[in-house]
């Protein structure tokens, strides 16, 4: 198994981060880069127009698009891919890429954050559901 640097830890999950260190060099994974995009934020506090809130989206969208633009070369760098034409209106954007794509991603100013694009299985769910109420029943009981 190949072993990649470390990638930063405040962008990437460490769970994710150690699958990423055991895929081999050219191995691709699929992920959503969360974009750094305008923060609309200051709006949300009153009830917006319709006039304000098309406008607070059409800011996020060129936001992202501005953002997309700025780590375009490292998809390109790493042999990756986009799974999107565009961003969403949250600004995130599915890729394919290599393991070293995903830290130069994590590393870049423009992303807010790198998640595993990964199924959600209704068995783990389940199971996961079934654990916890264990859990709580016998911190109950």
Known sequence: MHKQDAPNQNKISPEFATRLTHLEPQEKVRVIVLLQVQNAENSIEKRQSRAERQAAIKAVRESAEQA???IGGII???D????AEHPNLLGSIPVEITAAGVNA???SDAVKAVIEDQAIFSEHLNNSLE?????????LG
Do not use: V, Y
């Open 68 to 70: 997309l633009e700025n």
């Open 76 to 78: 390109q760098r790493f």
């Open 80 to 83: 990756g891919q986009q799974l």
């Open 105 to 107: 991603l994590a590393e």
């Open 131 to 139: 654990a916890n109420a264990i859990d709580l029943f016998s911190r």
